[in-house]
């Protein structure tokens, strides 16, 4: 069984940085390609950010590029996303995901039904 829990959200004013972190179980955490999603209240979860195995490649959505970005290190079953300049619209909870299978294109990654566990969320919250 894989578990995936995120950490590090909290409160934060307009402008500020945070960093979130997901810990993954299970010895195979460095096989999978991972992502962030976000869902706000009342709307639908979307994608935020993807990361490859081994940390060499990553891709954001475009409503954060240029502020986020996704690390991981494989050694401590552990993935980042660092949020930097952050606004009241980023307010969220914020979830990690584990990829089924590899894709190659921004939209498949982009996709929910391409991930098979879930964390449980942590979260953001942006006051102005």
């Known amino acids: 069984q894989v578990h995936l829990v995120e950490s590090g959200g909290r409160l934060v004013q307009t402008g500020g940085s945070l960093r979130l972190s997901c810990e993954g179980s299970g010895r195979t955490f460095g096989s999978y390609p991972m992502a962030w999603f976000r869902q706000a209240q009342g709307k639908e979860r979307e994608f935020v950010a993807y990361i490859n195995r081994i940390g060499g490649w990553s891709y954001v959505a475009d409503s954060v590029q240029g502020r986020f970005a996704s690390s991981r290190d494989n050694t401590k079953d552990l993935v980042y996303l660092q949020m930097n300049s952050l606004k009241t619209e980023d307010t969220a909870n914020y979830y990690c995901?584990?990829?089924?299978?590899?894709?190659?294109?921004?939209?498949?990654?982009?996709?929910?039904?391409?991930?098979?566990?879930w964390g449980q969320g942590t979260q953001v919250t942006v006051s102005s």
């Open positions: 995901a584990r990829e089924k299978s590899p894709v190659n294109t921004a939209q498949a990654m982009a996709e929910m039904k391409q991930y098979d566990y």
